[in-house]
């Protein structure tokens, strides 16, 4: 069952941001796709299950930005 979900990460200012955040976490497995975008503040994680949202978490602190939640 594939999942998209949509978070709230705050500290992203520009496609270098994005691009850290997208490499963090396209490396969690399972993941098939990544959308950060800065100017919103949001990025969108589609994969092949529902993710643990302490692993996206996880990713997110290593590229060096804080994951504040689900995007509404």
Known sequence: ???TITYTVTGMSCGHCENAISE???????VTGVAADAT???VTVSSAAPLDDEQVRAAVD???????GRSA
């Open 1 to 3: 069952m594939s999942s």
């Open 24 to 30: 963090e976490l396209s490396a969690l497995a399972g």
């Open 40 to 42: 919103a503040g949001t």
């Open 62 to 68: 290593e590229a060096g930005y804080e994951l504040v």
